[in-house]
T-cell receptor, first 113, second 112 residues
Framework: DAKTTQPNSMESNEEEPVHLPCNHSTISGTDYIHWYRQLPSQGPEYVIHGLTSNVNNRMASLAIAEDRKSSTLILHRATLRDAAVYYC??????????????FGKGTHLIIQP | DTAVSQTPKYLVTQMGNDKSIKCEQNLGHDTMYWYKQDSKKFLKIMFSYNNKELIINETVPNRFSPKSPDKAHLNLHINSLELGDSAVYFCASAAGQNTEAFFGQGTRLTVV
């Protein structure tokens, strides 16, 4: 899987939007962009994923740059429960087989009340 | 119902012992995984199973062996435990390669 680069930590205030950046300049045409998060003392949790177009779901939005070399996870209104480590992961779609997720260091998101 | 469940949640054992961690998923997924999260919080994949066949065997010691009695279970057996095996072990499952993976709550293994 291609490498991603994320800030080590970010801080935001409760009830405000949060934009978590991810750089993936070596992304290939078949790489999907996945985001997971890990809340304290819990297993990782899927957030969202996309290929080229921006994606929205009940948890977040994913904005993908036109050249796909970067993406941004957007939490529209952060709550204290959103404090977690957020991982941006590239997964190559090969159409078959199974491989795991390659986790980097992620971004530790701190939410201030 | 919990989608991916692991037992036990905590496991404290002495060096040299053999132990197992159980994992069950009720999602009907074809693929299951084991991950290790060390003290520095790095998450690394150890194994994945697809339809009862081992797909990936990362560079983990052969003291670790995954066993899948059926599609819903993937247990992790560890022989001759060492201090360095202390970590949190996560089981996960997924329907396919680019679908979301569901993780268990983890098993914190402490070797003393």
């Amino acid at each position: 899987d291609a490498k991603t680069t994320q800030p080590n930590s970010m801080e935001s205030n409760e009830e405000e939007p949060v934009h978590l950046p991810c750089n993936h300049s070596t992304i290939s045409g078949t790489d999907y962009i996945h985001w997971y998060r890990q809340l304290p003392s819990q297993g990782p949790e899927y957030v969202i994923h996309g290929l080229t177009s921006n994606v929205n779901n009940r948890m977040a939005s994913l904005a993908i740059a036109e050249d796909r070399k970067s993406s941004t996870l957007i939490l529209h209104r952060a709550t204290l429960r959103d404090a977690a480590v957020y991982y941006c992961i590239l997964r190559e779609y090969s159409g078959g087989g199974a491989d795991g997720l390659t986790f980097g260091k992620g971004t530790h998101l701190i939410i201030q009340p | 119902d919990t989608a991916v469940s692991q037992t036990p949640k905590y496991l404290v054992t002495q060096m040299g012992n053999d132990k197992s961690i159980k994992c069950e998923q009720n999602l009907g997924h074809d693929t299951m995984y084991w991950y290790k999260q060390d003290s520095k919080k790095f998450l690394k994949i150890m194994f994945s199973y697809n339809n009862k066949e081992l797909i990936i065997n990362e560079t983990v010691p052969n003291r670790f062996s995954p066993k899948s009695p059926d599609k819903a279970h993937l247990n992790l057996h560890i022989n001759s435990l060492e201090l360095g095996d202390s970590a949190v072990y996560f089981c996960a499952s997924a329907a396919g390669q680019n679908t979301e993976a569901f993780f268990g709550q983890g098993t914190r293994l402490t070797v003393v």
